[in-house]
């Protein structure tokens, strides 16, 4: 009985040997703050410079014309007079008209302007509109014809003009050049038909040619 006890206590002493090597063997966990994921480092964007503003070309300011453009019989424009001669608005229907009141008040310097000017800016014009025809227009469209109607009748007073101061030569070039190129140009009367300047420089033309003055 006793050795019993005996070994009970000893079983009893070693266990509590074994409880407390146990005990102080068991290892100390620290509380360790815990890992920190590292945040990334993301680089500022490098500004982008804008690229330098580009100058404007300086267009060339456009060289004025030498001369007024012609202008059709129907479009009227503003014009300066020039060598002391007004020539309006450049229609070939208004130096035409200049031409008849320089002729009633004799000022053949006048004429010789007025005409120069509308034969220089419609000729080719009334060269065409002749080329165009067989014959003389009929009443109802003659108007139509305005260029060769216009430029015809001023070189017939041109023609008129040289022949009163005595410039014979000058008046059978422009009675000719009426007759040769422009032979269809038509002149309105007022009182109400057309008569014919090429026909009527014929006339005149053969007066010149025979050594008379009309």
Partial sequence: MRKSLYAVAALLVALSI???????????????????????????????????ALTPAVAPSPTPAAAPTP??????????AADGYDFGDFKSSTLTGKCWKALEDKDYNAIIAYATK?????????????????DFAPKDTAFNE?????VGTSLYILGMAYQAQNQNA??????????????FCQCWDPKGWFWHPADAAKEKLAGLEFGGSK
Wanted: net charge positive.
């Fill in 18 to 52: 074994f409880i407390v090597t146990l005990r102080f063997a068991k290892p100390t966990l620290t509380n360790a703050p815990a890992p920190t994921a590292a945040t990334p480092t993301v680089a500022a964007p490098t500004p982008v410079t804008a690229p330098p």
């Fill in 71 to 80: 202008v059709p019989a129907t479009t009227a424009t503003t014009a300066p």
């Fill in 118 to 134: 509308c034969s220089d800016m419609y000729l080719a014009t009334a060269i065409e509109q002749q080329n165009s025809l067989k």
């Fill in 146 to 150: 305005w260029a060769l109607n216009d």
């Fill in 170 to 183: 000058k008046a059978i070039e422009a009675y000719k050049t009426l007759v040769d190129k422009l032979s």
